[in-house]
């Protein structure tokens, strides 16, 4: 779940400028919540096809998460003006980036619908919390070209997150990829985040680069060994600008045009980055063909 308009700051044993730095027993807490959301995913490839609704995609995933001992982070998150969120998972369908519900359509999905799930698990108090993009049957080339571009970007923008090195190469790392050498166009406004113990906490990681000094805060402060972040690429075809409905959760590019969301969660360490969520890349691209 991106972390656009939040500020909630976790709870932790160290700090460094208001982040947590992950202990080793943190560590090991993070990693299994992280596997479950990966293990959630498994699942879901194998039983994903058209004809689904997403109340029913959203109770399998509930059922996945109780089946692994854990419970949806997302279930009743609140966030002003928003109200308590309603659905297990995130389910964004075609247009919609991320923060889909359960309830905003009744349609089954169909053959060529392109779905992001984005699943938070509560797993002995910490939380694992990371999205991917599946088309539902198969897709036109523009959507998986999408796809494509939306997990490459996730992998060059990891490599990027060297410990001492500022948050801002994450996102010249994406920004560059997605819209210089791919020409799609990353949604402004939403990103990543760290997390631990609490969904959301410091600090905000944006996707593309500011456009003055001031609209990113976070951009020159450093990785720092034991930060965990979930960093999360948004793209869309044609549009960096998304629409909502008032005090409503599902948001939208503003054009109508195709998005996708990659999500993983990362922590950084004096040799490098360390994705947690690495089994994410093995899943496929297409499910339920």
């Known amino acids: ?37 990966v293990a959630v995913h498994e699942r879901l490839v194998a039983w994903l096809k058209p004809g689904q609704t997403l109340a029913e995609i959203d109770q399998f995933v509930a059922a996945s998460l109780e089946a692994l001992g854990a419970r949806s982070a997302f279930l009743g998150y609140r966030a002003r003006p928003h109200p308590a969120f309603p659905s297990h998972a995130c389910l964004s369908v075609n247009e919609c980036v991320v923060h889909g519900t359960h ?31 599946y088309a539902i049957g198969g897709a036109e080339q523009i959507g998986l070209d999408l796809m494509d571009a939306g997990r490459t970007s996730l992998q060059l923008g990891i490599d ?12 010249r790392a994406v920004h560059d990829y997605v819209e210089q050498d791919r020409g799609f166009k990353l949604i402004r ?31 020159f402060t450093p990785f720092k060994p034991g930060l965990l972040v ?47 969520t690495a ?11």
């Open 279 to 289: 089994g994410l890349f093995d899943l496929p691209t297409i499910v339920g063909a």
């Open 189 to 219: 406004g939403l990103g990543g985040h760290g997390y631990g113990r609490n969904l959301h906490g410091p600090p905000f990681i944006s996707n593309v680069m500011p456009r003055h000094p001031g609209e990113w805060p976070d951009a």
């Open 1 to 37: 779940m991106d972390a656009a308009r939040f500020s909630v700051i976790s709870g932790g044993t160290r700090y460094h400028s208001g982040m947590q730095l992950a202990s080793e027993a943190d560590i090991k807490g993070a990693t299994r919540a992280a596997e479950c959301v």
């Open 230 to 276: 979930a960093v999360e690429p948004m793209l869309s075809l044609t549009t960096q600008d998304i629409s909502t409905h008032k005090k409503a959760w599902p948001i939208f590019t503003s054009d109508g045009s195709l998005s996708v969301h990659y999500e993983s969660d990362i922590l950084i360490t004096e040799d490098g980055p360390r994705n947690l």
């Open 103 to 133: 309830d905003m359509s009744d349609t089954p999905t169909a053959e060529g619908d392109i779905l992001s799930i984005d699943i938070g698990a509560l797993l002995d108090g910490w939380i694992g919390d990371a999205a991917w993009t």
């Open 160 to 171: 990027a997150m060297q410990p001492g090195r500022p948050l801002l190469d994450w996102a």
